[in-house]
């Protein structure tokens, strides 16, 4: 007996439908006063609607390494620059690769986009080399052709004047020097001999190069000789090709000093962290880097020595794309960490930090395109996308009016829910995960309007089909359950796979497409559960629809419903006892 009553028993709660409005009632509300407490009561916009900047990136090929361009690096560099700009608080900017050699960034609206491309096309070799000369960033004058240095330039505003490096407590070294030494006798890494001072505080080189002088070191001498760090073309080439093995010239970032730099004892991969910080004391801010153990070795050993040695030889330059960024003093020897202090700002000083931590790229780039759009056209294109979408859902409403009459209403609440859910959540996701909507995934949300329609579709197609045989419209509804509620879970099922499979396999703006469309499935059987069948099951006491109404979209007339079953086994129950 136990079998038959679980079978006629409801099945899901729809014997108390009150319990599934409810429960979907408290998530609208938890969702949307979230939505207001938080301040983002409007989806995220995509560059594509918002407007912002697109930069493509270049890489060049390595010498000496053919194969260096392949998916792997370029998967690499794509993660890092990717860490790099959102390091600046951009959580929705896009980083991807395009083609064998080339990675498109999207930087949205309202980013400082200057300093972004700034850090996105800082992407070649982050090293640590200890410097042997530094002197002003302007071409030394030569009388003669031979490459005799003369150490008479006096570098200004040096990025070695204020900055100190130190272990635990930075101290600045209140005789910061500018001189600089005699470039044979550096490369020669004489460490004894000092720099002769003349009356007016210029240095005065007493060395010149011998006979001796390889011609690798000579020409190094005429190229530091040459070099123009005032101009951006001379910074470039400063040190163009250089191999870590090799000593170096260098421009510091701003162009008012040049260098020589040693072969880099340190890469940017030995470090395990940095990040800016105000230093509370000092009332100055300051870049604390972390190594790591392999990185934590190299850097004693390198401070250990340079520590020893006179101004500017105790300077070790943090050179990043061939170019010194900063090049404190050592005082002391460091190991697993380190700070660098100096005239920082605020942004200069996360800036360095945000360099060293994400600057160490596999390979090189040059920035091949900029594209800048505007916010009216992402204006023009999100207006687009909402008409399009507001013709998609009166095409739907117009259909399920025509055809389905009083069942509309039903299916137009639940759409309404959908919405309302579909619209708090894309507003939440904004600041939760960086979701940003693009104009693909518009286009995802427009797509989800049939979706849902569709299962509001088969569910009321079962119903009508129960109703056709002859059933009444309350047992017709719980009847039509189950069928439906299969068809509607394998429709969604292959619908989230699809968008699983584009969201994983894909990159860039398709993802937003896959994303909404997921999202949206995953609601469309929120919505059927919590709503749509609750709401069936409550229409159904009506008279207005129990009754089959002509305009109710039920009336078993129009239907061609056969005959009640009940009143047929009415009428042959009694005669079976009596024929017995």
Same mark, same amino acid.
């Given at each position: ?6 079978? +006629? ?119 640590? +080399? ?87 070191? #000579? ?133 360095? #930090? ?21 916010? #009216? ?86 119903? +009508? ?13 719980? +009847? ?101």
């Amino acid at each position: 007996m136990a079998a038959p009553k679980k079978g +006629r028993g409801p099945s899901g709660g729809q014997g108390r439908p009150g319990r599934a409005l409810a429960l979907i009632l408290i998530a609208m509300v938890a969702l949307t006063g979230g939505m207001f407490l938080s301040g983002h009561t409007t989806p995220r916009l995509g560059i594509d609607l918002a407007g912002g900047t697109s930069i493509t990136l270049k890489a060049k090929s390595q010498p000496g390494k053919p194969d260096a361009i392949n998916p792997t690096n370029m998967d690499t560099a794509v993660s890092i620059i990717e860490r790099r700009v959102n390091g600046l608080g951009v959580s929705e900017a896009e980083v991807q690769t395009q083609g064998r050699d080339n990675i498109i960034v999207n930087i949205p609206k309202g980013t400082n986009s200057k300093q972004a491309r700034e850090q996105v096309g800082t992407t070649a070799q982050l090293y640590f +080399r200890p410097v042997l000369t530094v002197t002003a960033g302007q071409a030394t004058p030569t009388d003669t052709a031979s490459p005799s240095a003369s150490g008479s330039a006096k570098p200004s505003a040096s990025p070695s004047d204020k900055e100190t490096a130190s272990g635990s407590k930075a101290t600045p070294s209140a005789s910061a020097t500018t001189q600089g030494r005699a470039v044979t006798g550096a490369l020669k890494k004489d460490t004894s001999p000092s720099p002769s001072t003349s009356a007016s505080g210029t240095p005065k080189a007493s060395a010149s190069p011998s006979a001796s002088v390889d011609p690798a070191t #000579a020409e190094l001498q005429k190229r530091f000789a040459a070099l123009d760090c005032s101009t951006k073309a001379g910074r470039a080439k400063a040190g163009a090709n250089a191999k870590p093995t090799d000593t170096t010239i260098a421009c510091s970032s701003e162009g008012d000093a040049k260098y020589v730099l040693g072969p880099a004892e340190v890469s940017g991969t030995d470090v395990d962290s940095a990040k800016a910080t105000i230093d509370q004391q000092r009332g100055m801010w300051i870049v604390q880097m972390d190594f790591t153990d392999k990185g934590s070795k190299k850097f004693q050993q390198i401070t250990s020595k340079l520590s020893q040695q006179q101004s500017p030889m105790n300077q070790f330059a943090i050179a990043l794309d061939g170019e010194v960024v900063s090049a404190p003093q050592v005082n002391e020897t460091l190991s697993g960490s380190a700070e660098i202090s100096g005239s920082f700002t605020q942004q200069s000083a996360q800036d360095l #930090a945000n360099v060293l931590s994400y600057g160490a790229l596999p390979l090189s780039f040059d920035e091949d395109t900029v594209t800048t759009v505007t916010a #009216a056209l992402g204006g023009e294109q999100l207006q687009a996308g909402l008409i399009a979408g507001a013709i998609g859902l009166a095409l739907v409403v117009i259909y399920l009016v025509a055809y389905y009459r009083g069942l509309a209403l039903i299916a137009l609440l639940s759409l309404l829910v959908s919405g309302i859910l579909t619209y708090t959540l894309m507003s939440l996701l904004g600041p939760a995960i960086g979701f940003a909507l693009n104009l693909p995934a518009v286009c995802g949300a427009i797509v989800a309007i049939g979706i849902t329609a569709d299962s509001f579709i088969v569910y009321f197609e079962r119903i +009508r089909d129960e109703i056709r045989d002859g059933r009444t419209l309350r047992p017709a509804v719980e +009847r039509a359950w189950p069928r439906a509620r299969r068809t509607i879970l394998v429709s969604d099922f292959v619908s989230f796979l699809a968008a699983a499979v584009l969201f994983i396999v894909t990159v860039g703006k398709v993802q937003g497409f896959a994303f909404t469309l997921g999202l949206t499935t995953l609601l469309d059987v929120v919505v059927v559960f919590l709503f749509t069948k609750p709401v069936m099951t409550l229409m159904a006491r009506t008279k207005f629809f129990s009754g089959g109404h002509p305009w109710s979209g039920l009336d078993p007339k129009r239907l061609g419903a056969k005959p009640p079953l009940r009143r047929m086994r009415r009428v042959n129950a009694p005669t079976d006892p009596k024929e017995a």
